[in-house]
C-alpha cells in the first residue's frame, strides 16, 4: 500500500468553473476525511466518511462543495462555481479507528487549487 | 472560534539544541493530542500523540507534556537536527460523538534548525 494518494496535485481553473479532486485511502482504513489548508494556516475539517457514509459536513462546507465516496472506497470533492477565496491546499486523509488509542491520521500530499 | 491554538508562528534554534513547541486548547472535552510534521509540498505525518490521562509520553528524540489544567501542551525535540527543520502542527480531538473523532489543528510552527 503506497499511502492516501490525491490526483491532480494542483488545479488552476477560473473563476465559476467546477473542479474534482479524487482521494484514494489506504485500504484497510475505514475513515476518510477531507481538510482544507490556506497559507499560513493548519488544516481545517471539511467533512469525513465512515465507509461510504458521510457522517459530518463542517459549516465551511457551502453548498458549492460536495463529496463522495461510493462503495467506501475512494472519494471525491467537487467544487462547483468556484471563487478566488476556494484557493487552496485541499487534503485527504484516512484511518483506521478503534475504540482505544488516538485517532491517528494518515494524509495525503493534497491537491492545490488555484482560482484565477 | 479556535479551539487549538499555536501562538509562535516560528521558532530558530540551533543543531544540538533543544526545539520546544507551545500548544493551548480551549476545549476540555478533547481526550487526544497528537503533533504532526508537515515539509514543504507533502502532506502532514503523524509525529506523536498522547491522551489526556498522561502527562508525558516520549519517542526517541520527541517528548509531548501535557498539563491537563492549563490545557497546556508542549512538544520537545533533543537534540534538534536540521531536517527537522518543517511546520509542526498540534492536533487535539475528542471521544464525544458530536466531535467526530476528527482532528482539529492549531496553526502550526515553523521549526528552523540551524547548522
Known amino acids: 500500500d503506497t499511502g492516501v494518494s490525491q490526483n491532480p496535485r494542483h488545479k488552476i481553473t477560473k473563476r465559476g468553473q467546477n473542479v474534482t479532486f479524487r482521494c484514494d485511502p489506504i485500504?484497510?482504513?475505514?475513515?476518510l476525511y477531507w481538510y482544507r489548508q490556506t497559507l499560513g494556516q493548519g488544516p481545517e475539517f471539511l467533512t469525513y466518511?465512515?465507509?461510504?457514509?458521510?457522517?459530518?459536513k463542517s459549516r465551511l462546507l457551502s453548498d458549492r462543495f460536495s463529496a463522495e465516496r461510493p462503495k467506501g472506497s475512494f472519494s471525491t470533492l467537487e467544487i462547483q462555481r468556484t471563487e478566488q477565496g476556494d484557493s487552496a491546499m485541499y487534503l485527504c486523509?484516512?484511518?483506521?479507528?478503534?475504540?482505544?488509542?488516538?485517532?491517528?491520521?494518515?494524509f495525503g500530499a493534497g491537491s492545490r487549487l488555484t482560482v484565477l | 472560534d479556535q479551539q487549538v491554538k499555536q501562538n509562535s508562528p516560528s521558532l530558530s534554534v540551533q543543531e544540538g539544541r533543544i526545539s520546544i513547541l507551545n500548544c493551548d486548547y480551549t476545549?476540555?472535552?478533547?481526550?487526544?493530542f497528537l503533533w504532526y510534521k508537515k515539509y514543504p509540498a507533502e502532506g502532514p505525518t503523524f509525529l506523536i500523540s498522547?491522551?489526556?490521562?498522561?502527562d508525558k509520553n516520549e519517542d526517541g528524540r520527541f517528548t509531548v507534556f501535557l498539563n491537563k489544567s492549563a490545557k497546556h501542551l508542549s512538544l520537545h525535540i533533543v537534540p534538534s537536527q536540521p531536517g527537522d527543520s518543517a511546520v509542526y502542527f498540534c492536533?487535539?480531538?475528542?471521544?464525544?460523538?458530536?466531535?467526530?473523532?476528527?482532528?482539529?489543528f492549531g496553526g502550526g510552527t515553523r521549526v528552523l534548525v540551524k547548522p
Open positions: 476545549n476540555s472535552m478533547f481526550d487526544y
Open positions: 485500504s484497510e482504513h475505514n475513515r
Open positions: 466518511f465512515q465507509n461510504e457514509a458521510q457522517l459530518e
Open positions: 486523509a484516512s484511518s483506521l479507528v478503534s475504540p482505544w488509542g488516538a485517532n491517528v491520521l494518515t
Open positions: 498522547i491522551s489526556s490521562i498522561k
Open positions: 492536533a487535539a480531538s475528542g471521544i464525544i460523538k458530536a466531535a467526530g473523532n476528527k482532528l482539529t
